[in-house]
């Protein structure tokens, strides 16, 4: 078996389902915060795997770097407009749970690619 970005992010999406039910039982709110964090990791990963497929497998280095430097402005610019929103800031501490979920879905995947 071959590691998989499609698999590892399938992995990520059960960990913040469950990071953020945990979450709930345990502290009630916030828990949508974990979900934000995980929707943001998701969405990073999901466009890094976009863009290694432009400059890698198509060749297009310059389209690459274009995309890699917007996503970086996208993501900073939501942040921002996140945590700095009055009407709904999510709880950084459940948001960086969140967002923690990558290392746990990298590691299952690697872990299940050494056992096959």
């Given at each position: 078996?071959?590691?998989?970005?499609?698999?590892?992010?399938?992995?990520?999406?059960?960990?913040?389902?469950?990071?953020?039910?945990?979450?709930?039982?345990?502290?009630?709110?916030?828990?949508?915060?974990?979900?934000?964090?995980?929707?943001?990791?998701?969405?990073?990963v999901w466009l890094f795997a976009r863009i290694f497929t432009a400059a890698i497998?198509?060749?297009?280095?310059?389209?690459?770097?274009?995309?890699?430097?917007?996503?970086?402005?996208?993501?900073?610019?939501?942040?921002?407009?996140?945590?700095?929103?009055?009407?709904?800031?999510?709880?950084?501490?459940?948001?960086?749970?969140?967002?923690?979920?990558?290392?746990?879905?990298?590691?299952?995947?690697?872990?299940?690619?050494?056992?096959?």
């Amino acid at each position: 078996m071959q590691p998989s970005v499609e698999r590892i992010q399938r992995r990520l999406v059960v960990i913040t389902l469950i990071a953020a039910a945990l979450w709930a039982l345990a502290f009630g709110a916030g828990w949508s915060g974990v979900l934000v964090g995980g929707a943001v990791i998701l969405a990073s990963v999901w466009l890094f795997a976009r863009i290694f497929t432009a400059a890698i497998v198509t060749g297009r280095r310059t389209l690459a770097t274009g995309l890699t430097f917007v996503k970086l402005a996208v993501f900073l610019a939501l942040g921002w407009l996140a945590f700095s929103a009055p009407a709904w800031a999510p709880d950084p501490m459940a948001f960086a749970v969140g967002v923690s979920g990558l290392p746990l879905a990298a590691l299952w995947e690697a872990l299940e690619v050494r056992r096959n």
